[in-house]
């Protein structure tokens, strides 16, 4: 896809990905704030999973989005690619971070200690330095072609990191508790909890890809500010 | 309705939370907004210029 014709054709699906976004962050916010009971075990504090389970949900996904992104860019030299590189990976810093700040608030309550060096957590955080080492590594090598190789490769090298987080509850002794909502197993949660929880992990999916899609669009006119149709685009509106 | 907002002892770290995400997710989605029209309209006042 051509960078016009992806950022003529992208702006209605930013502002339908945010709307749609928004309403079912606020619907199933409020929802797990003041329509749920108190967890048995937990008490009120389990309410941070609204957050906390999305945002680490996510901060996954982008990484695998990244380094599959890599691949494109080095096997095709896809420009499109490295702007979703570029675009994604201050979206992921952000959710990782709300993903370990949420867990490490949850944890003070729950365990009784902000932190513990434990595998997940340890694991999630290489994460957090892997989505800023993206961000430094893009702004530290000079020519974007090399720099758009190197992000690349350390999207693909980092995504071992990925597996590990996830079995990471399995395979080493841990607090964090294992995996609430499989695919081949019936979930954990109580339906109680699970559906608010299920329409915030959806919704911070759609919300994340119109931001994800709305920075590739300020990239893609940055890249292109110099050509024509960039130049018709700002004078016509 | 204070007791609602106290959660307990648990209201501190669940407002805590949700203030931090909802600030940080509002300003997610408002930056690559706010820098399009910025480039925008640095790109119609150079045009204008030239």
Redesign the interface.
Same mark, same amino acid.
């Given at each position: 896809m051509s960078p016009e014709i992806f950022f003529r054709g992208s702006l209605m699906w930013v502002y339908c990905l945010?709307l749609i976004g928004?309403l079912g #962050?606020s619907l199933g916010?409020i929802w797990g #704030?003041?329509f749920v009971p108190?967890e048995k075990f937990q %008490?009120?504090?389990f309410?941070?999973m609204f957050?906390?389970v999305p /945002?680490a949900h996510l901060s996954q996904i982008i990484y695998i989005g990244i380094a599959v992104a890599g691949v494109v860019y080095i096997v095709w030299r896809t420009k499109m690619a490295d702007v979703f590189m570029a675009?994604a990976a201050p979206?992921g810093l952000?959710t990782t =971070?709300?993903a370990l #700040?949420?867990g490490i608030?949850?944890g003070?309550?729950t365990w009784g200690t902000w932190w513990v060096w434990d595998a997940r957590t340890i694991s999630v955080l290489i994460l957090f330095f892997l989505f800023f080492g993206q961000i430094a590594l893009r702004q530290a090598v000079s020519r974007p072609e090399r720099a758009a190789f190197a992000v690349s490769v350390l999207a693909i090298v980092g995504a071992i990191n990925i597996p590990i987080i996830k079995y990471s509850v399995e395979w080493f002794t841990t607090l964090h508790q294992p995996a609430s909502i499989t695919l081949t197993r019936e979930s954990a949660i109580s339906m109680v909890f699970l559906i608010p929880l299920l329409i915030n992990i959806a919704s911070f999916y759609i919300?994340?890809a %119109?931001?994800v899609l /709305? =920075?590739m669009? !300020?990239l893609v #006119?940055?890249r292109h500010?110099h050509t024509s149709w960039?130049?018709a685009? !700002? =004078?016509s509106? | 309705m204070l007791e609602a907002f106290a959660m307990g002892d648990h209201g501190v770290y669940v407002w805590s939370v949700y203030i931090v995400s909802i600030g940080f997710l509002i300003g997610l989605g408002m930056y690559p907004l706010m820098s399009l029209r910025h480039l925008k309209r640095k790109n119609s006042n150079r045009e204008e210029i030239e």
């Open positions: 945010y928004i #962050l916010t #704030l003041f108190p %008490g009120d504090s309410r941070i957050i906390h /945002a675009a979206v952000i =971070g709300l #700040l949420s608030v949850w003070k309550p919300y994340i %119109g931001v /709305a =920075g669009r !300020t #006119l940055r500010k960039v130049q685009w !700002t =004078g509106s | -």
